[in-house]
């Protein structure tokens, strides 16, 4: 058995064993990345097993999800401590052997791709090709934006690297181009690819698909790009490794030639390696060429683990430790920046954090919800220092550029405005990087690229990260624009993310009330939508106060007695539904309105509560929303109507749009009345 490989050849007889075990997984990277993963962790990585979050700790992110058994198997032998849900550290390892053995099974800690919240040690969720880059980029920046807030002369709080373990697949996918030239133009000196150049992917040779030259790419991004021949040069690793920590001023790329399955005798190097079980004989004969006993099965031979842990160990443990004294003597010299610091880790609130918030009077021409939106985030954005983002070359429309600080610029990233250029995958993802790092971050766009947003935007959901996605232009109100701009199955999509939170607000007011909503989340991402066409700011002394945003649905207008029809509108058609409701109420039709911006808010409240917004004895009801009808059948029942969208929109001006899809006070009042009568049938 080599001792020059032990602890990398255990990673690997790990990695096989499980994947035979639960008879599924990706075998081939962990055997060709192990020594990459084992010099990085036992020389370099600034991290501390038994407080895995500590806060100056460096991120490793391994991007190539698929092979998630590396990771498991160095949180095992580093022997990471378990976290809690509410951020306390426990006594026992995040992933024990027993936990090896469950690979791959119902509520085991090691699922088939790294899940944040689920492993403790895991930085991000990935498995989705090129995500786990991207993050790392919005960490990276994260690091660099906390280091020039809190850091004070003699106080260094936040300096970490970030490191990415990345493949062929990751390089293939847009997203990381994207958020590779942004981490250039940026200029991060603490970022770190790990490029695994194994030129295998699942349909063989990466000859097929893929033959640029991505050092040279990297090259023009601005990157600094460095190479290793072998993945098993260790020396030549840590001189790679060395080299970016000592020659700052750009992001580093590490291209390491590999193996996929290396030691395999007929399936290293071959597609076959990839995404199956190598097979009993097959690992048997592996083992043989690491000098490994071939009958062993999760096997980590004595004085392994102790090794790996007291190389990581005890330097994570002196560098925590420093820090720590550092932050005791920083809490009295800057107390009210360690509150800030302490708050932001809690995902709690600054102090003071609402007392600019805006009321708007009641104005019939009104403005559109994204400018109020703009307003809202400037006062916001104020009194919450941690709260910062930007939107993909859309700023003078999405109203999201807060004037009160710089941007973030090359070498600078102390401004609290990003300029994500016209990168939309790339926003979401280091949105995701950023709230993973406990900031509070925005990213705009029009709602119509929320398609090109949509990976992001689900993992922001399944990690439970409190990701905030602004979309503007949010229907055919847009105009002239025409079909290819105007969303209209985006919302009804968007809302299908599960632990997604849609607001679409009615008015100024209510704007204001779900940016009040959107601050106080600590485990939802949102998606706030807005219209580019003024509404108006209703009168709330005449109307129910905006504050019933917080339940999802409230009741904002309503009739004597039990209603004979509901208007439910949404956004820009609330309005309308007010403007029906007082023509109704003239001609003597019972009505109410009731304002939904956000299902999901209403889903949480109590039935009592539900009922007394939408009475189940009353099922003539109308919704108005100008958007795909899907899903509106479980509001308005199947006696129910929907004016809503069947087609996509037209390029004309906002009335003729309006006028031919049916968004009309006189057509809402149609089918108010014709729902009325099918109702009593």
């Known amino acids: 058995m080599s001792s020059r490989l032990e602890l990398a050849n255990a990673i690997r007889a790990l990695a096989m064993d499980a994947v035979q075990q639960a008879n599924s997984g990706h075998p081939g990277l962990p055997l060709g990345a192990a020594p990459m993963a084992y010099v990085l962790w036992t020389r370099f990585l600034r991290f501390n097993p038994k407080d895995p979050q500590w806060l100056n700790r460096d991120r490793f992110i391994l991007s190539a999800g698929h092979g998630s058994m590396l990771l498991y198997g160095l949180l095992h032998l580093a022997g990471v401590r378990r976290v809690t849900r509410d951020y306390g550290v426990e006594e026992g390892p995040t992933i024990s052997m027993e936990d090896l053995q469950k690979f791959r099974q119902l509520d085991s800690v090691t699922p088939g791709h790294p899940e944040y919240r689920w492993t403790s040690g895991v930085e991000t969720t990935t498995g989705p090709l090129g995500q786990g880059v991207a993050n790392s980029v919005g960490m990276a920046i994260a690091s660099r934006w906390l280091g020039s807030y809190f850091n004070r002369p003699g106080f260094t709080l936040f300096d970490y690297d970030v490191w990415a373990l990345c493949g062929d697949g990751d390089m293939m996918e847009g997203v990381a181009s994207e958020v590779a030239s942004i981490a250039g133009h940026l200029q991060l000196p603490n970022l770190c690819w790990i490029y695994d150049a194994n030129r295998i992917s699942i349909d063989g040779s990466t000859d097929l698909a893929f033959t640029e030259d991505v050092g040279r790419r990297f090259e023009a991004y601005g990157w600094r790009v460095l190479h290793v021949d072998d993945a098993n040069d260790l020396a030549a690793l840590s001189a790679a490794y060395r080299s970016f920590k000592e020659q700052r001023g750009k992001p580093t790329l590490i291209v390491v030639r590999s193996q996929i399955g290396y030691g395999s005798p007929k399936k290293q190097g071959t597609a076959a390696a990839h995404g199956e079980p190598l097979g009993a004989e097959e690992i048997k004969a592996a083992k043989r060429n690491y000098g490994w006993p071939e009958d062993a099965q999760f096997l980590v031979p004595e004085g392994v683990r102790e090794r790996f842990q007291e190389r990581l160990g005890a330097r994570g443990k002196q560098l925590r430790e420093a820090w720590e004294k550092t932050f005791v003597e920083y809490k009295k010299q800057q107390p009210e920046l360690a509150d800030q610091l302490e708050r932001m880790l809690r995902r709690e609130l600054p102090a003071g954090w609402?007392?600019?918030?805006?009321?708007?009077?009641?104005?019939?021409?009104?403005?559109?919800?994204?400018?109020?939106?703009?307003?809202?985030?400037?006062?916001?954005?104020?009194?919450?220092?941690?709260?910062?983002?930007?939107?993909?070359?859309?700023?003078?429309?999405?109203?999201?550029?807060?004037?009160?600080?710089?941007?973030?610029?090359?070498?600078?990233?102390?401004?609290?405005?990003?300029?994500?250029?016209?990168?939309?995958?790339?926003?979401?993802?280091?949105?995701?990087?950023?709230?993973?790092?406990?900031?509070?971050?925005?990213?705009?766009?029009?709602?119509?690229?929320?398609?090109?947003?949509?990976?992001?935007?689900?993992?922001?959901?399944?990690?439970?990260?409190?990701?905030?996605?602004?979309?503007?232009?949010?229907?055919?109100?847009?105009?002239?624009?025409?079909?290819?701009?105007?969303?209209?199955?985006?919302?009804?999509?968007?809302?299908?993310?599960?632990?997604?939170?849609?607001?679409?607000?009615?008015?100024?007011?209510?704007?204001?009330?779900?940016?009040?909503?959107?601050?106080?989340?600590?485990?939802?991402?949102?998606?706030?939508?807005?219209?580019?066409?003024?509404?108006?700011?209703?009168?709330?002394?005449?109307?129910?106060p905006a504050s019933g945003v917080a339940k999802g649905a409230y009741v904002l207008a309503d009739s004597d007695g039990t209603p004979e029809v509901i208007l439910i509108g949404t956004g820009s058609e609330v309005a309308l539904c007010v403007e029906a409701y007082e023509k109704l109420k003239a001609e003597g039709v019972k009505a109410r309105v009731v304002s939904m911006p956000s299902w999901e808010l209403f889903e949480q409240q109590d039935e009592r509560y539900q009922d007394s917004v939408l009475p189940p004895s009353v099922r003539a009801r109308v919704a108005v929303e100008q958007a795909e009808v899907f899903g509106w059948e479980r509001w308005v029942g199947l006696r129910g109507t929907v004016v809503g969208m069947r087609s996509f929109g037209a390029s004309a001006p906002l009335k003729a749009l309006l006028q031919k899809f049916g968004f009309t006070v006189d057509n809402v009042v149609k089918a108010a009345k014709e729902t009325i009568a099918k109702a009593k049938q």
């Open 354 to 544: 609402d007392k600019e918030l805006p009321t708007f009077p009641a104005d019939a021409k009104g403005m559109a919800t994204r400018e109020s939106s703009g307003k809202v985030l400037t006062a916001l954005a104020k009194n919450y220092p941690w709260l910062l983002g930007g939107s993909a070359d859309l700023n003078p429309s999405t109203k999201t550029y807060l004037g009160f600080s710089g941007p973030m610029k090359p070498g600078d990233h102390s401004g609290r405005n990003i300029h994500f250029g016209v990168r939309e995958h790339a926003m979401g993802s280091i949105v995701n990087g950023l709230a993973l790092s406990k900031l509070r971050a925005y990213g705009a766009t029009f709602l119509i690229f929320s398609d090109y947003q949509r990976p992001a935007i689900r993992l922001s959901a399944i990690m439970e990260i409190p990701a905030i996605h602004i979309f503007t232009h949010d229907s055919i109100g847009l105009g002239e624009d025409g079909p290819t701009h105007q969303p209209v199955e985006q919302l009804p999509g968007l809302r299908s993310i599960p632990g997604l939170i849609v607001l679409r607000p009615g008015d100024a007011n209510e704007v204001a009330e779900a940016w009040r909503v959107i601050a106080q989340q600590k485990t939802h991402a949102v998606a706030l939508v807005l219209t580019r066409q003024a509404v108006p700011t209703l009168d709330r002394t005449k109307y129910a």
